[in-house]
């Protein structure tokens, strides 16, 4: 009974405290007879009550905020603007009261006391921020905002960008980076902040960019469709006239997908012997490469081996093929590839001669010596000759059977020819045949023959010009018609010096 008691007296006190802070009551235990009666319908809005008292608790608090001293969250603070910007610098001081006044310094010159501003290139505004019209890179210094008489300050770090800006697709990128991937498209701007006209002049890798009319006005070089050859430095130069013309610059990286090439798109071997295929490539960023033969990819084995290695400026892989045999001839894919694409070079391997490779050639009147290089591991047993004119559908052919025997250590052979051509633009291209076949043609070579200033003595007993022109051997004086329709014919001589010999590299 004595415990059911306790219970119950517990209860109550607790529900008294709940309603007596309901109804904003005193603790229990303390009576004020003081606190009104709340009724809602006699409240008055206009009397003064604790909370609205001079003499209340709230005046000691508004008392005590007015003793705090100013101060800024931030000490330091720094902003960028360009030349011709208008540039507001705050001085963002807490508890600033009337007893107090800001000072503003550029550096340790006073240019402003409270709202009065000594330098006419400031203004102050009624919230002591500080305004800069028309900012120049000689404005660029540490600002700072000072209240006294407690000597808080606020340091603000302006800088100002170059009288020359470069944008990549609105975004400044003045002496800046930027890599770009293949089949981009992007628009660099030349923007200058000068009060005179300047003429905006791009170069690229130190070479003169030309752009048209309008770009060049407006200052942008467009790079469409972008690849290997956009990459670079870009500069640009706002020539105002002056010794010292603002300029600034963009490096451009570019990804692009591998370039595969190879100088022995065919392969010349022989049975039992050790043949190499190589490519080149170029590729950013790195890639790798190997070897495909009938759709499948060539590992590594005794048969077959990799050789990677740097050629003038272009990574090289070497497939080397021990104890070549029949089954090994035939095409080979040299594949690259690397994050952006892929690409690949075909090789032939097989027992014919190599493409002929054009070494030189030298013009004596209307006189031409041609050298060209051909690789064969087996005899060669003739080679053949194709030339025509320029513009001209159909090739003249002279086809050498005499051979000198090769030595199989090098396997290179030299051919010289000797023919007297017309003036005029000539194409030469040659072949060779060896005992397991013919190699392909060589890669055209142009012969330009030069006029050759005329005689106008004629010696006795020499052939009338109208004879000369009838057999097609030279051009005759009586008739410029004829003459223009010689120059079409074929050589007017054949000269039997053509040689094939060894050369040994």
């Not at 000072?146 to 609105?170: F, M, N, Y």
């Not at 497939?319 to 994050?339: F, P, R, T, W």
């Not at 075909?346 to 190599?354: D, H, K, N, T, V």
């Not at 014919?489 to 590299?505: N, T």
Request: proline residues 4%; aromatic residues 8%.
């Amino acid at each position: 009974m004595r415990g059911a008691t306790t219970w119950m007296l517990l209860i109550c006190l607790l529900i008294g405290q709940f309603y007596g802070e309901l109804c904003r009551a005193s603790p229990i235990g303390e009576e004020d007879s003081t606190v009104p009666e709340y009724q809602d319908d006699d409240y008055d809005y206009d009397g003064d009550d604790d909370a609205t008292s001079p003499e209340g608790p709230p005046a000691e608090i508004v008392e005590d905020v007015q003793s705090l001293p100013p101060y800024f969250d931030q000490s330091d603070v720094s902003i960028q603007a360009r030349p011709g910007d208008d540039v507001t610098i705050n001085c963002d001081a807490r508890n600033f009261q009337i007893k107090n006044i800001a000072l503003w310094y550029k550096n340790t010159t006073l240019l402003a006391t409270g709202q009065s501003a000594i330098n006419n290139r400031v203004e102050v505004m009624k919230n002591n921020s500080l305004r800069i019209a028309g900012v120049t890179r000689e404005d660029a210094d540490d600002y700072y905002c000072e209240v006294l008489p407690q000597g808080v300050r606020q340091h603000t770090a302006l800088s100002v960008g170059a009288k020359l800006s470069i944008l990549c697709d609105g975004r400044d990128v003045t002496d800046r980076s930027q890599t770009f991937k293949q089949g981009d498209h992007h628009r660099l701007v030349c923007q200058t902040f000068l009060p005179t006209k300047t003429d905006i002049k791009w170069s690229f890798n130190g070479q003169r960019l030309h752009t048209s009319e309008k770009e060049t006005a407006e200052g942008v070089v467009v790079l469409d469709n972008v690849d290997e050859e956009n990459a670079g430095v870009y500069q640009c130069l706002g020539d105002d006239g002056s010794a010292d013309p603002p300029h600034g610059m963009v490096t451009v990286d570019v990804q692009y997908s591998p370039k595969v090439s190879t100088h022995r798109h065919h392969v010349n071997t022989i049975e039992g012997d050790t043949a190499e295929l190589y490519c080149d490539y170029r590729a950013s960023p790195i890639a790798i490469s190997f070897f495909i033969k009938d759709g499948k990819t060539l590992s590594l084995s005794e048969k077959y081996s990799i050789k990677n290695s740097l050629h003038k400026e272009h990574n090289r892989t070497t497939l080397i093929i021990k104890h070549v045999e029949d089954s090994d001839l035939g095409e080979y894919l040299c594949h690259v590839e690397n994050a952006i694409g892929s690409n690949e070079v075909r090789i032939q391997l097989s027992y014919s001669p190599e493409t002929p490779q054009f070494e030189n050639s030298s013009i004596n009147g209307n006189e031409v010596t041609m050298h060209w290089l051909v690789r064969s591991l087996q005899p060669l047993s003739e080679a053949m000759l194709d030339y025509k004119l320029s513009m001209s559908y159909t090739w003249s052919t002279v086809s050498i059977i005499h051979t000198q025997r090769h030595d199989k250590d090098n396997g290179i052979w030299k051919i010289t020819h000797q023919m007297e051509l017309t003036p005029g633009l000539w194409h030469a291209r040659i072949k060779t045949k060896n005992t397991a076949g013919w190699s392909h043609f060589s890669p055209e070579h142009d012969i330009l023959i030069k006029e050759q200033e005329e005689s106008t003595e004629i010696d006795e007993g020499a052939v009338p010009p109208e004879d000369l022109v009838r057999a097609g051997f030279g051009v005759g004086a009586s008739s410029k018609t004829n003459a223009a329709c010689t120059k079409q014919l074929l050589p007017i001589a054949m000269l039997a010096g053509l040689s094939i010999s060894l050369l040994r590299l």
